[in-house]
């Protein structure tokens, strides 16, 4: 028996969404799953070496800790007369489909509500991220390919005056 990806998009969604769990550890057959919370505790057990199938999710914090010191601000509050975009879960932010195409937005170009404004990446698992909104791209805080945590601001839009 294995975890598909589907399997392990939903045990990362679980962990995302529930409000008192910090980590899960999930051992199926030779396939491991370390997911951990940002600021969880550092605690992690004491377990067999792992085998090469085996894999670890690893926080996308320790990316950010370590980032250099000219990553872009991440904003803890919208500002006023703004619509926050966030990371739906804890992965890579992708602003592109694929390195060869277009960007979904860009700072200044308008977007219709439901549109499609970057990915988010996780396990290989591209996830859509939509514009709640219509409005035009005010600012764009998280660069292509890094990482990003759940409920993350990543986009701001200035909603259109008929939204």
Not at 60 to 88: F, H, I, S
Not at 97 to 118: H, I, N, R, W
């Amino acid at each position: 028996m294995s975890l598909s990806h589907a399997d392990v998009r939903r045990i990362l969604e679980i962990l995302d969404s529930a409000e008192h769990l910090e980590s899960l550890d999930v051992t199926v057959g030779e396939f491991e799953l370390h997911a951990r919370k940002p600021g969880a505790s550092s605690f992690a057990p004491e377990r067999a070496p792992q085998t090469p199938a085996a894999r670890s999710v690893e926080p996308a914090q320790a990316a950010v800790a370590a980032a250099p010191a000219a990553a872009p601000e991440v904003l803890q509050e919208v500002p006023e007369g703004l619509v926050a975009v966030r990371a739906p879960m804890v992965g890579t932010f992708y602003l592109r489909p694929s390195p060869d195409q277009p960007a979904f937005v860009t700072v200044g170009g308008a977007v219709q509500a439901g549109d499609t404004v970057c990915l988010v990446e996780v396990m290989k698992m591209f996830n859509s991220v939509k514009a709640g909104v219509a409005g035009t791209v005010e600012r764009i805080l998280v660069d292509n390919g890094k990482p990003v945590q759940h409920d993350q601001i990543v986009l701001l839009i200035n909603p259109s005056k008929e939204a």
